[in-house]
């Protein structure tokens, strides 16, 4: 890894210089709200944010997402991709794309994720953990790759870690606006990292969590939230590696459609219909517990299908905590 | 890869049932025609422009080139429109995808075809390719069907019920609804046509367990009862294969619309199916 400090006076003229790079987006405060949001100034940008309600998932997997286009009797491929700057992404973001990538890039490749992952710059951010956070239960609480930069807060300015040869053409366009590291600079580099380390409040026991889960299929757990859960599909919708999407043909007019794709939720009862109104997950509890076992579910060479980021507690209406879930079930073994 | 498909012509339809019509086609460019190749249990998407897209198996065989057939039941919108289209109309296909049965391996082997209404489809891909490539020791097909109406490739199997015996080809057939064309069936080929259902044609049946394999296709009821009466006569679970049905949407793995399991075993029917063993199904929760 390359390690450079970019000061605090320059960070506004380094951020501007971004722009040459594609549309930047970063998070943007709205009432209570954090979204990435197209960005023209500093000012606009929320740097101290939590966590976006929607994930940068939604630049590569998109809400509603047009594939194809059909004209004069054949299918096109939809418009092209503009080249984007996502700046502040959060370390658990940037392991969801590095999950979504483990399925959008493998063999077939998904071309529409593809070349917008291509026609990307992500520039991470450090943060401090709130109330919802358990990344560091997942290892997720640190990026070593996946970014092409990475900004590291200190007392004057920030700490670069350069995680790309991209990242490192950015950096070497403005050469001018940073400086060597100092001994000073690494020491607060560490003491931010023990501080955040020491603020997580949420920890995960995730020690043998397939086997426990799977073992505990029939938990009375599942049953209790089933209860409690609404079956609303927000969790799905805010994961940043939730990634189920349904398909669509929509007539534009009497001669035009389009083939356009959008998020699907597994707590939806449509999710698991097969031709004739047959249905694999008929109840809510065969729904909830899906879900559970998606996310916890360990891929040896991606990890857990989680990474701790709190949004689906964060914007539960009904206020089911992922991580308490996942202990009663545990508990409920012993 | 795209989600592109290619232009594919209706040569030929053909009612199978009041339900279930047989489409037989070819693409347009003679190019991506050779390049077709598949095999039986895979599954194809086939896009109807402008009205969406839907996954169905194929049921021909690999071993008859230049044409491919789908038998589509008429259960939804879209089939329903596919049900429409006439000889020398255009739908896009894509595919083949999945994993299909794995025909080689099975290679000198007895197979026992155990199919459930629907279920018909996929396995009269293995049936034909079985037959065709005479590479395998005895074939059994055991059919339960509704009633005389709902034999799916009636003329087929009537065929094979006379001279299947001929071609090392052992047909039954399990009806539920009494009818006087079963009834003369029956009388014609009794006892391998009877009023019941699929597991009673087991009955007076032996195999040779280590040179056997099951193959399984039907709804998701049969497949308990089925696999119970293979397991009774000691069939390893590896050793029955079935292929299974979800709502894949793309086809490759991303859509997440049939992926089953639980933590420890996560699969997406399309990709690492539609064909799965007996034991994938011990081994993944929430599979049949």
Same mark, same amino acid.
């Given at each position: ?334 | ?135 395998? &020791? /005895?074939? +059994?097909?055991?059919?339960?069907? $509704?009633?005389?109406?709902?034999? %799916? *490739? #009636?003329? @087929? ?28 069936? &029956? /009388?014609? +080929?009794?006892?391998?046509?009877? $009023?019941?259902?699929?597991?009673? %044609? *087991? #009955?007076? @049946? ?83």
């Amino acid at each position: 890894m390359r390690y450079v400090k970019l000061p605090e006076e320059n960070f506004e003229e380094f951020f501007n210089s971004l722009k040459k790079w594609g549309i930047v987006y970063a998070p943007v405060k709205k009432e209570n709200i954090y979204s990435f949001q197209k960005v023209q100034n500093v000012s606009e940008i929320a740097l101290d944010y939590t966590r976006t309600m929607l994930p940068p998932k939604k630049f590569f997997v998109r809400p509603k997402d047009e594939m194809l286009k059909l004209k004069e009797g054949h299918w096109e491929e939809a418009n092209g991709t503009e080249p984007i700057v996502l700046f502040g992404v959060h370390s658990c973001d940037i392991h969801g794309l590095e999950i979504l990538d483990k399925v959008y890039l493998s063999d077939p490749v998904d071309p529409y994720y593809k070349k917008r992952r291509e026609n990307s710059i992500i520039i991470g951010i450090s943060c401090m953990p709130d109330e919802y956070c358990f990344c560091k239960s997942l290892g997720t609480d640190f990026a070593m790759h996946g970014f092409d930069l990475f900004l590291h807060e200190l007392p004057d300015g920030w700490l670069v870690r350069v995680g790309s040869v991209k990242g490192h053409e950015i950096a070497w366009g403005t050469e001018e606006l940073f400086e060597e590291l100092t001994e000073e600079d690494m020491k607060n580099f560490r003491e931010f990292e023990e501080k955040r380390a020491n603020s997580f409040q949420k920890h995960l026991n995730k020690e043998g969590l397939e086997d426990m889960l799977d073992l505990a299929y029939n938990s009375p757990v599942w049953k209790k939230y089933e209860r409690i859960c609404l079956g609303c599909g927000n969790c799905n919708m805010v994961c940043p590696t939730c990634r189920c999407y349904e398909v669509c043909d929509l007539w534009m007019n009497a001669y035009e459609a389009v083939r356009v794709r959008r998020y699907d939720s597994c707590f939806m009862e449509s999710h698991g219909l097969v031709a004739g109104g047959h249905n694999f997950r008929p109840t809510r509890l065969d729904r909830f517990r899906h879900r559970y076992y998606c996310k916890s579910y360990f891929d040896p060479s991606a990890g857990f299908n989680c990474v701790g980021c709190g949004r689906c507690d964060e914007f539960c209406p009904a206020k089911i905590e992922h991580v308490k879930v996942l202990d009663e079930v545990r508990e409920g073994l012993q | 890869m795209s989600f592109q498909t290619h232009d594919a012509r209706i040569l030929e339809v053909k009612e199978l049932t009041s339900r279930e019509k047989l489409f037989t086609l070819r693409f347009l460019d003679p190019e991506i025609n050779r390049k077709f190749k598949y095999k039986p249990g895979q599954f194809v998407v086939v896009d109807i422009r402008g009205f969406g897209e839907f996954p169905i198996s194929l049921c021909s065989t690999p071993t008859r080139e230049g044409y491919f057939q789908l038998c589509v039941r008429r259960v939804g919108r879209m089939t329903k429109y596919m049900h429409n289209l006439k000889e020398g109309d255009i739908v896009g296909i894509r595919g083949p995808y999945g994993n299909g049965f794995p025909m080689e391996k099975m290679e000198g082997s007895t197979l026992i075809l155990v199919a459930g209404g629907l279920g018909m489809a996929p396995l009269r891909s293995v049936l034909w390719y079985a037959l065709d490539s005479g590479k395998y &020791e /005895k074939i +059994y097909l055991f059919y339960g069907t $509704k009633a005389y109406e709902d034999i %799916l *490739f #009636r003329d @087929e199997i009537i065929h094979l019920l006379k001279h299947g015996e001929d071609m090392n080809c052992h047909v039954k057939l399990a009806y539920e609804v009494e009818s006087p064309s079963c009834i003369y069936l &029956e /009388k014609g +080929y009794s006892p391998r046509v009877c $009023k019941g259902v699929v597991t009673d %044609l *087991f #009955r007076g @049946e032996s195999f040779d367990v280590n040179n056997t394999y099951a193959l399984i296709c039907g709804p998701p009821v049969m497949y308990k009862f089925v696999i119970k009466e293979l397991l009774d006569r000691k069939l390893s679970p590896g050793r029955i294969y079935m292929t299974l049905e979800r709502r894949m949407r793309c086809g490759v793995g991303k859509c997440g619309h049939c992926i089953v399991g639980t933590s420890t075993s996560i699969k997406y029917v399309c990709k690492d199916g539609p064909v799965f063993t007996y034991w994938d199904a011990l081994s993944t929760r929430g599979l049949i």
